[in-house]
């Protein structure tokens, strides 16, 4: 029969294996929630107005706590669903200009992908879209929302 003290110590023993277990397999997600704002460097032919070129290089992506997202990238209008999973994030697209994806035309579909984000630091996140008019990583950087420079 076992003792008070083996009790406790394998007790002890049980919770730091847990414990230290999750610190290798567990890992801190990182807090995407918030507005962040990024810029392409795409050039325009001669002529072109600079309105249209400012509207296609920015990028503008809001992550809400309710696990959705609202995004604005080379003019067009994008919502749909955020998957975080530790420092890594994968946007799926569920409407574009406020329509479902499901009704949008071939094209249109054939050229979405999923939209993968990657923590660079505390107020950084590399933006990836493999199916965009630039598919170059572009690096977004969190837009202060109140005065304690969080959302």
Request: positive net charge; glycine residues 10%.
């Amino acid at each position: 029969m076992a003792t008070i003290p083996q009790i406790i110590a394998l007790g002890r023993v049980t919770a730091l294996l847990l414990v230290s277990g999750c610190a290798l397999a567990c890992e801190r997600q990182f807090p995407y929630l918030g507005h962040w704002e990024g810029h392409r460097d795409l050039k325009g032919a001669p002529g072109t107005a600079p309105y249209i070129m400012n509207t296609l290089n920015v990028v503008k992506l809001w992550v809400h706590p309710n696990g959705r997202f609202d995004l604005q990238d080379m003019g067009m209008a994008k919502q749909g669903n955020i998957s975080v999973q530790g420092q890594t994030a994968v946007l799926i697209i569920t409407k574009i200009g406020g329509k479902d994806v499901e009704t949008q035309p071939k094209e249109m579909r054939d050229n979405i992908a999923q939209i993968n984000l990657k923590a660079l630091g505390a107020d950084k996140i590399s933006y990836s879209d493999p199916k965009s008019g630039d598919p170059a990583p572009i690096e977004l950087k969190r837009i202060a929302t109140d005065e304690s420079g969080r959302p």
